[in-house]
């Protein structure tokens, strides 16, 4: 199973039963997605740029992105994958994905709204995908979400970074992959010095089977892909 960043919490997970694509925001991937293709599409919550985007492919004469669900733009290339961004647990093209529903703030939504954390199962590698997560887990949530080999991390959101190590120690995962939403450099580093690992080299892509997950908690960085 590969994972490659495009920016922020947009990630492809791509798998024998099939290509994954998460929180594909025209403002990230652009109004074409920019070759991104998948035969799913997750959204975790709502982008606040959506609007901003659906102007700005008006006034520029672009198409307009498709709006899908709960009014997430998506962008063409993506345009006939299948859409999910509710809880609850689908089987879609071979694959297997969880939805549990958790919040970009520690006050139920009230302040940030409702974010999804999805759990996939590609080649038996289990990947939680946190989405804009912005609080620490319940015993129910940790319940849904389960055993989770990858756990893909928002750095720069609502949790600081010694939130987010509290986070990562919650779910238990063997591989992490920091996602930081914006500029989140500083973030990052503290997250880094809280998980007690040096900063290495960012990698193109992260190739990982039930085989390979390490036995201690490893940090993989990803150098979103169309930045360099």
């Known amino acids: 199973m590969e994972i490659v960043s495009f920016g922020e ?3 492809r997970l791509r798998g024998r039963e099939g ?9 990230i991937v652009g109004p074409t997605g920019r070759g991104l293709t998948a035969d799913i599409v997750t959204y975790s919550h709502t982008d606040g740029q959506q609007t901003l985007g659906l102007r700005a492919a ?17 962008p063409t290339s993506l345009e006939p ?6 809880p609850g647990e689908f089987e879609v093209h071979h694959v297997l994905i969880t939805g549990i529903q958790t919040y970009r703030d520690e006050s139920g ?36 979400i389960g055993a989770v080999d990858v ?19 919650q779910l238990d995962a063997k591989l992490v992959v920091p996602m930081p939403l914006g500029e989140a450099n500083g973030e990052l580093d503290r997250f880094l010095h809280e998980m007690s690992v040096p900063k290495g080299e960012p990698s193109a892509k992260l190739t990982v089977s039930s085989s390979s ?13 169309g930045r360099t």
Do not use: M
């Open 213 to 225: 997950i390490p036995n201690e908690t490893t940090v993989a960085l990803l150098d979103p892909r």
């Open 109 to 144: 939504g009230s302040e940030r709204g409702s974010n999804i954390t999805f759990v996939y199962e590609l080649d038996g590698v289990h990947v939680a995908h946190l989405g804009d997560i912005g609080h620490l887990l319940d015993q129910t949530q940790l319940g849904e």
């Open 19 to 27: 290509i994954v694509a998460t929180d594909a925001y025209p403002r």
């Open 9 to 11: 919490t947009c990630l």
């Open 81 to 86: 994958a299948f859409l999910l961004d509710s």
């Open 58 to 74: 008006a006034s520029s004469g672009k198409r307009k992105p498709a709006v899908k669900g709960d009014g997430h733009l998506v």
């Open 151 to 169: 756990a893909c991390v928002p750095i720069g959101g609502t949790l600081v970074a010694a939130r987010v190590a509290e986070l990562v120690a």
